[in-house]
């Protein structure tokens, strides 16, 4: 089992930037694929970033390719979403989600681990 606890949420005007940040704990952190998805009322849950392993992969959808930077850091067990050109629409609950079976994956389905979210408001 791993625990997964986010920070860094919170209400930034349009333009604007946060990041955010998951720390792990209860199993070896560099043995698994770490991501991000989010989730707004009334929206599918989305993928917004998952990187490998090692750090080496990264995978963005289109809607925030340029935008999102993930990244982590295995000595402090502790994946980062940076945010930047934030608009209205990236408004959701962001959750860090770790892929336990896996070093690399982008399938929704790997990702069984979830931490409690953090929410994220763009204003206009």
């Known amino acids: 089992q791993v625990q997964l606890v986010e920070s860094g949420g919170g209400l930034v005007q349009a333009g604007g930037s946060l990041r955010l940040s998951c720390a792990a704990s209860g199993r070896p952190f560099s043995s698994y694929a770490m991501g991000w998805l989010r989730q707004a009322p009334g929206r599918e849950r989305e993928f917004v970033a998952t990187?490998?392993?090692?750090?080496?992969?990264?995978y963005y959808p289109d809607s925030v390719k340029g935008r999102f930077t993930i990244s982590r850091d295995n000595a402090k067990n502790t994946v980062y979403l940076q945010m930047n050109s934030l608009k209205p629409e990236d408004t959701a609950v962001y959750y860090c989600?770790?892929?336990?079976?896996?070093?690399?994956?982008?399938?929704?389905?790997?990702?069984?681990?979830w931490g409690q979210g953090t929410q994220v408001t763009v204003s206009s």
């Open positions: 989600a770790a892929a336990l079976s896996t070093g690399w994956s982008t399938r929704d389905a790997d990702f069984g681990a």
């Open positions: 990187i490998s392993w090692s750090g080496a992969n990264t």
